[in-house]
């Protein structure tokens, strides 16, 4: 079955650090990789997603590129802010049904 | 307004009372999904329904069963509800894309404790 593995949580790091949150997945045939966020308080929203091998997806500054020969999807940010303090979700989607299988989330605080 | 509403917000209830959340949408989706999460463990798939007239199970449906009433409307039961059904319970809508690449949208959640 599909799964998805990220980085355990909590991390946290100062403003205008690099950020990387590690994501690696397992999938049958050829899944879209996603990243969501959670604010808090609030539903998840799309951060960025990637639909095929080496594409890049890209947001508010983050990144992350779909590497297939490492089944992973990792999320970096060059220089995070206050309010990127959220939990971070790694996803994929495949097949038919297209159902998201979710990574446990990273809680990222950024202090000032 | 937001376009995935979902009510009651919060909800405490006692083991055995049967429990409706209710998801509404304006965005004219098809697809509509259930989940819950718990601390640590992500989102899990409870049902979800690709039209009206297509429910099917997710990864974690015991305990539950849902209504599709409408296109816009989706309904999550807990016809018994017991302590470990205490969780946040997230309702989310995605349109048909090519291929993998629907994008899902969220509501704010139901915070439900059962006691």
């Known amino acids: 079955g599909n799964s998805v593995t990220q980085m355990e949580g909590p991390v946290t790091l100062s403003e205008e650090a690099f950020l990387t949150i590690n994501c690696t997945y397992t999938a049958t045939g050829y899944p879209s990789l996603f990243w969501y966020v959670q604010y808090p308080g609030e539903g998840l929203q799309l951060l960025l997603k990637a639909t095929k091998a080496d594409d890049k997806g890209s947001n508010k500054g983050f990144e992350a590129t779909y590497r297939k020969e490492t089944t992973s999807f990792h999320l970096e940010k060059g220089s995070v802010q206050v309010s990127d303090s959220a939990v971070y979700f790694c996803a994929l989607a495949s097949g038919s049904a297209r159902q998201l299988t979710f990574g446990s989330g990273t809680q990222l605080t950024v202090l000032p | 307004d937001a376009d995935v509403t979902q009510t009651p917000r919060n909800r405490i209830t006692k083991t055995g009372k049967r429990i409706m959340l209710e998801c509404s949408q304006t965005k004219g989706h098809d697809r509509m999904y259930w989940y819950r999460q718990d601390p640590g463990l992500g989102l899990q798939l409870i049902y979800y329904?690709?039209?009206?007239?297509?429910?099917n199970k997710g990864e974690i449906s015991d305990g539950y069963s849902v209504s599709r009433q409408a296109q816009a409307k989706f309904s999550l039961s807990l016809e018994s509800a017991i302590p470990n059904q205490t969780a946040l319970y997230f309702c989310?809508?995605?349109?048909?894309?090519?291929?993998?690449?629907?994008?899902?949208?969220f509501g704010p959640g139901t915070r439900l404790t059962v006691l």
């Open positions: 989310a809508t995605s349109e048909p894309g090519q291929g993998s690449t629907d994008t899902q949208y």
């Open positions: 329904s690709f039209d009206v007239k297509d429910i």
